[in-house]
């Protein structure tokens, strides 16, 4: 028979790096689960992308026990390091901090077509772009699409 799920946990860790401290042991020691245990797991899972947050959906079940998703690391992140950039603008309609070309918004989309909900690399191309947009990074040339 098939196991119990009482809930879920998100959360967003560094590649290679989770320990038990905050935000991490806070959020597995309230459902009761062992949180030692997950950091190893998931070190183990991630150590090739080490230092790259990365969202986790943790599923827990009845028994106290888990079993964990790794996603693809947040499009901003990607965005930030694709641009060279710390952070964000604070206002990015008047302030723009960065510049992306189309191919580095491809690679972008490749990279997270997994996690999207989209069927074309154009509609996952089109989403990278609007969250960059809302960064205040700017995307220079011509969309690939409007090549007509």
Known sequence: ?????????????????????????????SKGLNIMEFCKRFNAATQ?????????????????????VVKTPPAAILILEAAKLQKGSAEPNRKKVGKLTWEQVQKIAETKMPDLNCFKIESAMKMVAGTARSMGVTVEGTAPWDNN
């Not at 998100?10 to 020691?29: C, D, E, F, R, T």
């Not at 080490?50 to 964990?68: E, Q």
Request: charged letters at 20%; proline letters at 10%; zero cysteines.
């Open 48 to 68: 090739d992308k080490m230092g790259m947050v990365l969202p986790v959906v943790l599923t827990v079940y009845s028994d106290k026990t888990f079993d964990f």
């Open 1 to 29: 028979m098939a196991k119990e799920i009482t809930g879920y946990v998100k959360l967003q860790v560094k590649g290679g790096q989770a320990n038990p401290s905050p935000p991490i042991g806070p959020a597995l020691g």
